[in-house]
């Protein structure tokens, strides 16, 4: 699950760019997601790179499997 770092919470979460990325036309190589948080303003982006088997997190967002501390 992908949440806000100020917020604590994937509630107010926005994509505001997606891109899934093929390299031979049929498998998934690499998948990028652009976050911007409704309620803070704060931004972030999630890279997933298959070749690399690599999770990237960049900015106000984290990528965390507990539950939220607010829902």
Not at 11 to 19: E, K, N, P, V
Not at 60 to 68: A, F, G, L, M, S
């Amino acid at each position: 699950m992908i949440t806000c770092t100020n917020c604590e919470t994937p509630q107010f979460l926005q994509i505001t760019q997606s891109r899934v990325y093929f390299e031979d036309g049929e498998d998934i190589n690499e998948i990028s997601e652009s976050y911007e948080c409704t309620l803070c303003g704060s931004t972030g982006q999630y890279i997933y790179d298959e070749d690399h088997d690599e999770e990237t997190v960049t900015g106000d967002v984290e990528r965390t499997t507990e539950r939220p501390k607010f829902a």
